[in-house]
């Protein structure tokens, strides 16, 4: 099966620094990843869509100068929190979709990573 | 706007049959996915529905009425390891999902 993976898994940081998360396809190249946040016991919800060699796309409401996205290369996208304030504390998940299915396709999951700002 | 519709907790004993239903209003609907995420963990894909009917795999099986927006999953043989949350969501666009608000299912002995 296709393996995503994410460092960190855990992270504390002190409020107003940056942090920066990676999302990696271990064994496959994924042209689109996204990524989520979800609140203790809520729903996933879909931060961004990152697209390799192109601008990020932002959900409504998702700030995309506090959340900033980068897709370098097929198989590694990095979201930075920055200026991270208490109420960026969550769990962050990235998803990785290899290559092009038609209108079935399957996220592959990281483990997530779970940023708690003091 | 978009809403996925779930129970938010649904309890059953180990052996039982439990199902959990998802009622959906989006603006594009291109296929209905479930997924397992257990505490702490990633979301893992269980069943995909692009047409209406009956999708089996294992002791889980995926309903889809597109002209209700409705679907479900259903569970058979529930074990303890089954205790876990899960979530429908939509397929509203290339690669696009839209989840669910979830179901905590706890399967005790």
């Known amino acids: 099966g296709a393996v995503v993976s994410q460092h960190p898994s855990r992270v504390i940081c002190k409020s107003g620094t940056s942090v920066k998360i990676e999302c990696r396809s271990l064994?496959?190249?994924?042209?689109?990843m996204f990524w989520y946040r979800q609140f203790p016991k809520k729903s996933l919800m879909l931060m961004a869509t990152s697209n390799e060699g192109s601008k990020a796309t932002y959900e409504q409401g998702v700030e995309k100068d506090k959340f900033l996205i980068n897709h370098a290369s097929l198989t590694l996208s990095t979201l930075t929190v920055t200026s991270a304030h208490p109420e960026d504390s969550s769990f962050y998940i990235c998803?990785?979709?290899?290559?092009?299915?038609?209108?079935?396709?399957?996220?592959?999951f990281g483990p997530g990573t779970r940023l708690t700002v003091t | 706007g978009q809403s996925l519709e779930q129970p938010s907790e649904v309890t059953a004993v180990e052996g039982a049959i439990v199902q959990i239903n998802c009622t959906y209003q989006t603006s594009g609907f291109y296929g209905l996915s479930w997924y397992q995420q257990h505490d702490g963990g990633a979301p893992t894909f269980l069943s995909y529905n692009g047409l209406d009917g009956l999708e089996e795999t294992g002791r889980f099986s995926s309903f889809l009425s597109r002209s209700d927006s409705y679907g479900y999953l259903l569970l058979q043989e529930l074990q303890m390891k089954d205790s876990a949350s899960y979530f429908c969501a939509v397929h509203t666009g290339f690669q696009k999902l839209v989840f669910g608000t979830g179901t905590r299912l706890l399967v005790s002995p």
């Open positions: 064994d496959f190249q994924a042209t689109t």
């Open positions: 998803s990785a979709v290899r290559g092009l299915q038609g209108f079935f396709y399957e996220q592959y």
